[in-house]
């Protein structure tokens, strides 16, 4: 077969197409970073992998339904209330199913667009591992907050300090535009990378200055 | 069916077409003519730019519009209020992307996402002005000047002219080909140029720059990345910290300040100044002279086509082949200069010293270090509680030891040099050649004077004390001990 980049998600979930695959991303940047970065994904949420309550979610999710339903205007679109309902199932499915869905694997499925956007399956499991993903960085930043804080720390603390703010806002900038931009690749796909730099950053800070 | 049953089915119909998702491109084509000297000024988001230029004043636009939404009418009709607006003014001609605010949400959940790509097309001579953010940006051909910049996404600039201000952030930057002045400000994103005839001026932190065949100034500043310059020219200065810089054949006066990090500087025509910490410093090569300072670092280099002046500390220092003077100051580290043509003046601390082959005069200042020099113009050391050997000494030789050694070879065959040797609690030694001539004083205490020389004693005479001519006692010769023996020897003879 002629392997082409809109075949990357299947040869993810795949292992008889992997081949060819490895074999077109000798030639193809784009599918060579993409599987670098899902590769990234599956291993750190592997590692990293945990389970917390979601408290929240629920009040959201009826919130949600009472706003739609309570103005006249949503409450004449039943369509909109009835996808409404659905999402929320399917939220709550996905939510139940979640400890038992082994994360490398669901990385492995995940449905990319062969372009510029994202498929429904594969946001949901970008959001699920960006969930773990920050979980993790939120615990190796509160290990390495004392040696950031210190006042009398080295100038490479100093600068790891600078860096991290650096990076925190242009993580903060990132998740505006992907409020409002979910399914868009590019944003999804700056948004890891900088949670990557963000996390090799404070595993420097814990691991190469030792001394100080 | 009842209504709960038929609200069920359509819930599961519906979140089956919620995860369905239809994407939808819409194409934007306009051509403008520009006046000459007009200005592009593109403003733009989410989405690359590639700019390319022809010698025309025609200005091609070409801009896919890409939405992608739970079905096709949605995104066809967001698609459609994404407007691409272009606007000619006096001095320039605006071209600006505006995707609709507040667009449809769901949940909380925006279940539209979009990007915008562009294709221009522009005169060569008419000035750029780009703006982008997530979205990389390229311009190819741009003979006039450009002000570029964009954030989370690469921007690369070939085979321009003009002076060229490019700007990004967390991506790289790459220039290729430039005549005339560059200025690059990035932060997290490597910065990489090559062939700029013109000066080259890079600001950036946490990443790397490469600059090659640059022709007239480079500057750069960074942090907490390597700085490589390869075959440039001009007045150089790096400043960097946390990273290494190589400076590899630079024309002209090169000045590295860097901090914890390495640096290294091979063929460079001018002066170099090198300051670093924390780091090693290599040259080779340096046309007119080099400075270093530095700290906690080991240095080694040769090659030097001028004076060198060096100051660290605890670190070694080795430096060969030097067209001129040596002034070297160190502490805690050890000292080796082998080759100078000028004079050696080496100063340092519980570390030892060596100098050979120096034509000038050898001065050492030491403290709880050993000195070593052959075959030099002239030596006067001065250290403590280590050995001095002395040998192949042209002439003069003035040693002023403690608690050490001190073995000393004069080279001169006939006639003589002036030797003045102190130390205690351990011998000294004199090695002579041919026929000498001094007037010899020589003391000690708790040890023995011999002289393989017939001595003409003058005055009185003791084992531990004497005065007396060797040969016609032309030169001085001062040799005083304490608690240690006296020993002049023939070197002929053994």
Redesign the interface.
Known sequence: MKFECGDLERALANPDLMADAQLHMRDCAACRNEYRIWNEISTAAKQLHCEWDSPDLWP??RK?LEA?SQPPKHRADW?LW?????????VLLAVLRWPQTPTDKSVATANL?A???????ALKEVEKNEAAYRHSIDELSRLAQPKLENPASS??LA?YRE?LQ??DS?ILE?RS?I??????V??QT?LA??YR?KRQTLQEVLTRDQSN | MTNPTKFILLATLLAVSAFAREDYTRNFDKTFTLRPGQTVLVEHKLGEIVIHTHPQLDLTIHAEIHVSASDRSRAEQFAGQIEILTEPFASEFSIRTRYPENHGSFLGFNNISYSVRYEITMPESAPLEVRNSFGAVSVTGLKANGNIRTSHGNLTFRDGKGVQRLEDSFAGVELLGNAGDAVIDNTNGNVKVADVAGALTVRDRFASVSAERIAKDVTITNTNGTVDVTDSGGTGIVKNSFGNVTVHNFRGDMTVHNGNGKVEALNVTGMAELNTSFGEVRFSDIGRGLSVRANNSRIEGSKIKGPVKIENSFGGVSVTDVDGGAHIQSANGAVTVTGIHGEANVKTSFASVEASEIAGAVTVVNNNGSVRATNVRSANVKTSFAGVDLQQVAGAIDVDNQNGAVDAGSKAQSGCQPIMIHTSFSPIRVHLSGNPSYRVTASTSFGKIHSDFPLTVSGSMSSDSLSGTIGDGRCEMRLTDNNGAIEILNSSSH
Do not use: V
Not at chain 1, 82 to 90: E, P, Q
Not at chain 1, 115 to 121: A, G, M, P, R
């Open positions: 959201n999710i949600g739609q369509r009835a996808l409404t309902a659905a999402a929320a199932a399917m667009s372009q510029d956007f994202l498929t429904d399956q100038p490479l600068s860096k650096m990076l242009a990132t535009n409020a409002q931009n979910r399914f868009n590019r944003l700056d990378d900088l730099e």
